[in-house]
């Protein structure tokens, strides 16, 4: 078996890469969820044809929504009585969701037709449903109450269901085939054949079981295990060609741990370290063969999810909150995209066109890619005074009206009211009367503009 020498391309890469927190902003941020519509939004997901999905209200249960970033349109795809939840998407538009009757439905994103797969009938409780680009889907039961002590496989081949077996959680690879582990070993299931095969047993290598896999198109994989006489968590990967080769070696470090890693056709891993008092984020890549450190400032940074182009984003913590970074591997450098101190993000996905999303304060948020290096917000202002309103336009305001953007008069008063007509218009209210000049402040940066009174 392989190692890589982690902790020796560690220090030769501090040498020559210092990733900073870059000011400049690479995407713009846009809210597609309010509370008032949709109640506490849940589960989003984003699939290729930058379509985003989540759970919300829709009277007295979740319903799954859509919105189109190409059209701009959210939709109501659903309206059952069953609540919609833990939605997973397709790149076909398909959706497959568990009912609050623990059943696992399919949403056929042509059709717009529901297809019950299973109940829970013979005290089966269904969960963690899965999707593929085949409308393949996976799911795992467990029956009665015992859901650690015994639990089931099960796959909608396209035309039936078919249990896989129990102790059996299986998961698809990037390459749209099932796998699974089981002990030491890791198993791969041909769906046409119905025939399961052992890829690898891991029992001679680590004596240790995997842990979140993650298998690329091309059928490589990697996991987390023990090391080799050490309690340790360190990050493996596997192909037919090259067998086992070790990416982290923390080794005599017992407090340090390797966790989740994730493999783009590339063949480049992100995973994160578990420190004490502070995490971080690596990038193994496989040509050169070299592994980075992509943060080095102080805080708890956690699990990373990368993309076919290598960028990388993950949940970092700037004092009590938690914050959205992206990683622009082109540049080398390190984005925090938010900037929220009284909410918590969460659930936060990139898809292979760098389009981000995330849940924040139970809010749906996407950032979407600046063709180039973002603007600077322009603007000019007009106060009418006999109802002290302030109408600003210019570019980039479609962010303005939340948390992170503000209006503020030469005094430093902010606007007691902010309205956004519309993407590159802002309406707002200052209570003193109408100032003689504005600051427009918000995620690209800010702009000051004198008022014309009228």
């Given at each position: 078996?392989?190692?890589?020498?982690?902790?020796?391309?560690?220090?030769?890469?501090?040498?020559?890469?210092?990733?900073?927190?870059?000011?400049?902003?690479?995407?713009?941020?846009?809210?597609?969820?309010?509370?008032?519509?949709?109640?506490?939004?849940?589960?989003?997901?984003?699939?290729?044809?930058?379509?985003?999905?989540?759970?919300?209200?829709?009277?007295?249960?979740?319903?799954?929504?859509?919105?189109?970033?190409?059209?701009?349109?959210?939709?109501?795809?659903?309206?059952?009585?069953?609540?919609?939840?833990?939605?997973?998407?397709?790149?076909?538009?398909?959706?497959?969701?568990?009912?609050?009757?623990?059943?696992?439905?399919?949403?056929?994103?042509?059709?717009?037709?529901?297809?019950?797969?299973?109940?829970?009938?013979?005290?089966?409780?269904?969960?963690?449903?899965?999707?593929?680009?085949?409308?393949?889907?996976?799911?795992?039961?467990?029956?009665?109450?015992?859901?650690?002590?015994?639990?089931?496989?099960?796959?909608?081949?396209?035309?039936?269901?078919?249990?896989?077996?129990?102790?059996?959680?299986?998961?698809?690879?990037?390459?749209?085939?099932?796998?699974?582990?089981?002990?030491?070993?890791?198993?791969?299931?041909?769906?046409?054949?119905?025939?399961?095969?052992?890829?690898?047993?891991?029992?001679?290598?680590?004596?240790?079981?995997?842990?979140?896999?993650?298998?690329?198109?091309?059928?490589?994989?990697?996991?987390?295990?023990?090391?080799?006489?050490?309690?340790?968590?360190?990050?493996?990967?596997?192909?037919?060609?090259?067998?086992?080769?070790?990416?982290?070696?923390?080794?005599?470090?017992?407090?340090?741990?390797?966790?989740?890693?994730?493999?783009?056709?590339?063949?480049?891993?992100?995973?994160?370290?578990?420190?004490?008092?502070?995490?971080?984020?690596?990038?193994?890549?496989?040509?050169?063969?070299?592994?980075?450190?992509?943060?080095?400032?102080?805080?708890?940074?956690?699990?990373?999810?990368?993309?076919?182009?290598?960028?990388?984003?993950?949940?970092?913590?700037?004092?009590?909150?938690?914050?959205?970074?992206?990683?622009?591997?082109?540049?080398?450098?390190?984005?925090?995209?938010?900037?929220?101190?009284?909410?918590?993000?969460?659930?936060?996905?990139?898809?292979?066109?760098d389009h981000i999303i995330w849940n924040a304060s139970n809010e749906v948020f996407l950032?979407?890619?600046?063709?180039?290096?973002?603007?600077?917000?322009?603007?000019?202002?007009?106060?009418?005074?006999?109802?002290?309103?302030?109408?600003?336009?210019?570019?980039?305001?479609?962010?303005?009206?939340?948390?992170?953007?503000?209006?503020?008069?030469?005094?430093?008063?902010?606007?007691?009211?902010?309205?956004?007509?519309?993407?590159?218009?802002?309406?707002?209210?200052?209570?003193?009367?109408?100032?003689?000049?504005?600051?427009?402040?918000?995620?690209?940066?800010?702009?000051?503009?004198?008022?014309?009174?009228?």
């Amino acid at each position: 078996m392989r190692k890589i020498l982690h902790n020796q391309i560690i220090s030769a890469v501090l040498l020559v890469l210092f990733t900073s927190i870059a000011q400049a902003q690479t995407h713009t941020i846009l809210q597609l969820t309010d509370k008032a519509t949709f109640g506490d939004v849940r589960y989003p997901q984003i699939n290729d044809q930058n379509q985003v999905f989540w759970a919300g209200r829709a009277g007295s249960t979740y319903e799954l929504f859509r919105y189109d970033v190409a059209s701009s349109m959210t939709t109501q795809l659903t309206n059952t009585p069953y609540d919609v939840n833990e939605p997973k998407v397709n790149n076909r538009g398909d959706s497959v969701f568990k009912g609050k009757d623990y059943g696992i439905y399919f949403f056929d994103g042509n059709t717009g037709e529901i297809i019950q797969l299973s109940n829970s009938s013979y005290n089966y409780i269904n969960a963690h449903p899965q999707i593929n680009d085949k409308r393949q889907i996976l799911w795992t039961g467990s029956q009665g109450i015992d859901w650690d002590l015994r639990k089931w496989g099960f796959i909608y081949n396209g035309t039936s269901v078919i249990n896989l077996g129990e102790n059996i959680a299986p998961f698809f690879g990037a390459d749209g085939e099932v796998y699974w582990s089981f002990k030491n070993s890791i198993y791969h299931y041909n769906v046409a054949t119905g025939v399961a095969t052992q890829v690898i047993d891991l029992g001679p290598l680590t004596g240790h079981s995997p842990r979140n896999i993650s298998v690329n198109a091309n059928g490589v994989i990697v996991w987390s295990s023990q090391g080799v006489g050490t309690s340790d968590l360190e990050i493996f990967r596997y192909d037919k060609l090259t067998g086992v080769t070790q990416l982290s070696n923390d080794h005599p470090y017992y407090f340090l741990h390797n966790h989740s890693p994730i493999i783009n056709t590339s063949g480049n891993v992100t995973w994160w370290r578990s420190d004490v008092g502070y995490h971080k984020i690596f990038l193994y890549e496989s040509e050169p063969e070299i592994v980075k450190q992509l943060n080095y400032n102080d805080g708890i940074h956690y699990e990373p999810r990368i993309n076919e182009s290598s960028n990388i984003i993950w949940r970092g913590s700037v004092g009590s909150a938690h914050e959205i970074f992206f990683y622009n591997r082109a540049t080398e450098t390190v984005t925090q995209l938010t900037d929220t101190p009284d909410s918590m993000e969460w659930s936060h996905r990139i898809n292979n066109n760098d389009h981000i999303i995330w849940n924040a304060s139970n809010e749906v948020f996407l950032a979407a890619p600046c063709d180039n290096p973002c603007q600077a917000v322009s603007i000019n202002a007009v106060c009418f005074s006999h109802i002290s309103v302030v109408v600003v336009r210019g570019n980039n305001l479609s962010n303005v009206a939340d948390t992170t953007a503000t209006i503020t008069d030469k005094n430093g008063t902010t606007a007691n009211r902010l309205f956004l007509w519309d993407e590159d218009l802002i309406v707002a209210r200052f209570n003193g009367g109408c100032p003689s000049e504005i600051t427009v402040t918000n995620i690209f940066g800010s702009n000051t503009s004198a008022v014309q009174v009228r």
